[in-house]
């Protein structure tokens, strides 16, 4: 079982930078590959980004590419999102998923490919 717990979310004007951590309480973690997804009020939850077990291979969407980097410390089970550039379109509760996967460079968009979520952080981003 994985369990994961998000923070660092919260209020920031827009142009501004936030850094989201997703915390796993596991001993496999360097087994995971791991996303990040959002959702906005009356939204669906959306893909934001994802990075392979190794940590060498990342995937972004469009919305956020150039602005936002996924990362992780495998030593500490611990992954993070640093968001630059904030503008008020990227509010939402943001989420951190796994998945077990046995490809150490691949990574996943897809929601229904990842078996476990976080609670979510809100991050608010104020014009």
């Known amino acids: 079982q994985v369990q994961l717990v998000e923070s660092g979310g919260g209020l920031v004007q827009a142009g501004g930078s936030v850094r989201l951590s997703c915390a796993a309480s596991?001993?496999?973690?360097?087994?995971?590959?791991m996303g990040w997804f959002r959702q906005a009020p009356g939204k669906e939850r959306e893909f934001v980004a994802a990075?392979?077990?190794?940590?060498?291979?990342?995937n972004y969407a469009v919305s956020v590419k150039g602005r936002f980097t996924i990362s992780r410390d495998n030593a500490k089970n611990t992954l993070y999102l640093q968001m630059n550039s904030l503008k008020p379109e990227d509010t939402a509760v943001y989420f951190c998923?796994?998945?077990?996967?046995?490809?150490?460079?691949?990574?996943?968009?897809?929601?229904?490919?990842?078996?476990?979520w976080g609670q979510g952080t809100q991050v608010t981003v104020s014009s």
């Open positions: 998923a796994a998945r077990f996967t046995t490809s150490a460079t691949g990574y996943s968009s897809l929601l229904s490919h990842y078996a476990y």
């Open positions: 596991t001993r496999t973690f360097s087994s995971l590959g």
């Open positions: 990075v392979s077990r190794s940590g060498d291979q990342t």
